[in-house]
C-alpha cells in the first residue's frame, strides 16, 4: 500500500517548524526528503527545522556551491543537497550520491526536481507553494 498524497496548509514559521521537527521524528537512516519549490519558498527553513528535529545544532545554509552539507551532530547524519546547479545527472554521480541516498544518514534534497530520476521511490515528496499571504506555504506531501 502506498502512503497517500496530503495537502497541508502552512500559516507561518510556527507551523512550519512543527512540520519540520514533527517530520524529523518519522525520519531513519536512509530516508530521502524531496524538496521541491520556487525560491523563496523555504526550502532551506524547513531542512533546517528537519535538522533540529534530528538533533543537530549546525547552522543550516543553503549548499548551493558545494551541492552537499554533512551535518554529523544529530542522532542521524543530515545530508542536505541543492542540485539547483547539477547540469547532469554525471555531476551527482560524481559526488557519490548513492552512498548519501542510500546510506546512514538522512537526506534533504532542495530542488529534487532536477533529478527526478535518481530518488529513491520510497523518497518523501514535498511540493512547497506560496498560499495566500507572504508567510503562508502550502506544502503537497507524498510518501509519508
Known sequence: MSPEN??????????????????????????????????????????????????????????????VREHRDGRIPLFHFDVYRVNDEEDMFEIGYEEYFYGDGVCVVEWADLIEDLLPENAIVIKIKYGKNENERIYDVRGI
Do not use: W
Request: no cysteine.
Open 6 to 67: 496530503k495537502t497541508l496548509i502552512m500559516k507561518n514559521e510556527n507551523d512550519t517548524k512543527a512540520f519540520g521537527l514533527g517530520l524529523a521524528e518519522k525520519l531513519k537512516p536512509g530516508s530521502v526528503v524531496a524538496l521541491i519549490g520556487d525560491l523563496g519558498t523555504g526550502k532551506t527553513a524547513l531542512t533546517g527545522y528537519i535538522a533540529q528535529g534530528l538533533g543537530s545544532r549546525e547552522m543550516i545554509t543553503s549548499p548551493t556551491f558545494t551541492i
